[in-house]
């Protein structure tokens, strides 16, 4: 069974760090697109960041560039989320999703465009 598995959500104070991690279980996902999508309540799903297979382009939304870097490590089938200088805005379940439909060799941020998507975690940002 292909899986997504997030961790490394948490509460944080505003001003704080976490990582997240995605492992890809049940198949490689070195070859493809991967990306982290949030959600907060009452909101719609939101682009966070994307990587290409190997990491040679990455894209951010508007509201997180500058604070959150994405970075894959294929050899472990993970991608992570370093997200620094968090605001209570970034409280939402951060989704770890897949393109393997496709090699990823174009970025892409319309959560359709993925196919394959994580549980999600719970990311709180206090002031």
């Known amino acids: 069974q292909v899986q997504l598995v997030e961790s490394g959500g948490g509460l944080v104070q505003a001003g704080g760090s976490l990582r997240l991690s995605c492992v890809g279980r049940g198949r490689t996902f070195s070859s493809y697109l991967m990306g982290w999508f949030r959600q907060a309540p009452g909101k719609e799903r939101e682009f966070v960041a994307a990587?290409?297979?190997?990491?040679?382009?990455?894209g951010y939304a508007d509201s997180v560039k500058g604070r959150f870097t994405i970075s894959r490590d294929n050899a472990k089938n993970t991608v992570y989320l370093q997200m620094v200088s968090l605001k209570p805005e970034d409280t939402a379940v951060y989704y770890c999703?897949?393109?393997?439909?496709?090699?990823?060799?174009?970025?892409?941020?319309?959560?359709?465009?993925?196919?394959?998507w994580g549980q999600g975690t719970q990311v709180t940002v206090s002031s």
């Open positions: 990587i290409t297979w190997n990491g040679g382009s990455t």
């Open positions: 999703a897949a393109d393997l439909r496709r090699p990823g060799l174009l970025y892409r941020e319309a959560a359709n465009e993925y196919d394959t």
